[in-house]
């Protein structure tokens, strides 16, 4: 167990719909990374968020959105979703350095039909 | 050219076999080198990590970095089936992880 969690596990849901992934850090760790993995593309960055602030961005749509509130916790929003966002979602969390480590969640499954 | 580059073929090998896996990259900005094992797509776990050129031990795990060409590596000795699973290289700087593709080793008993 990583420390990291993530919910829901698995998420069906028809296209065009709107969705909220939530992930809670490990306790203590002020950074939060989210990933989305399908198989053809393997493990993409999404964004990454320090302290409440984003700190960082990647390959993240613009019908996507992220959030890290005062707890930490975050949550990556998902809209207008199309069958091509159908991939398995990772957050993960590290301390104040890199040297602290990244640590992922189990992830969460997202089926748009 | 994509920033890290890892041959996704899967790699199967005889149990007690020497597991080889590679990957290149292209931005010097990458200062921190890692492996991470993913069984099922399951959450990857961090195998091991170094920000240095040369090697690095740590049981049957050999971590090898060649900065000047970009080149890290990852070596399990005495392979066994349990480990099978997806190794992923991924590189840290800029505030930012990126991962190679992953390759699936499979352990034949």
């Known amino acids: 167990d990583s420390g990291v969690t993530q919910t829901p596990k698995h998420l069906i849901t028809a296209t065009g719909q709107r969705v909220t992934l939530r992930c809670s850090p490990r306790?203590?760790?002020?950074?939060v990374y989210w990933y989305q993995q399908s198989l053809d593309q393997g493990l993409q960055f999404l964004i990454q968020y320090y302290n409440g602030e984003e700190r960082a961005k990647g390959n993240i749509l613009e019908r996507f959105s992220a959030q890290q509130f005062p707890d930490l916790h975050s949550e990556l929003n998902l809209s207008s979703l199309e069958l091509g966002d159908s991939a398995l979602y990772f957050c993960?969390?590290?301390?104040?350095?890199?040297?602290?480590?990244?640590?992922f969640g189990e992830g969460s499954w997202l089926t748009v039909v | 050219q994509k920033e890290v580059e890892q041959d996704p073929g899967p790699l199967s090998v005889p149990e007690g076999a020497i597991v080889s896996l590679n990957c290149t990259y292209s931005?010097?900005?990458?200062?921190?080198f890692m492996w991470y094992r993913q069984y099922s797509r399951k959450g990857p776990e961090l195998l091991m990590y170094t920000y240095s050129s040369g090697n690095k031990e740590d049981g049957r795990f050999t971590a090898q970095v060649d900065k000047s060409s970009k080149y890290i590596s990852l070596f399990i000795r005495d392979s066994q089936p349990s480990d099978s699973a997806t190794y992923l290289c991924a590189l840290y700087g800029n505030n930012r992880l990126a991962f190679g593709k992953g390759n699936q080793v499979v352990v034949i008993p």
């Open positions: 931005n010097s900005a990458f200062q921190y």
């Open positions: 306790s203590g760790d002020l950074s």
């Open positions: 993960a969390s590290s301390g104040q350095g890199w040297e602290n480590t990244i640590y």
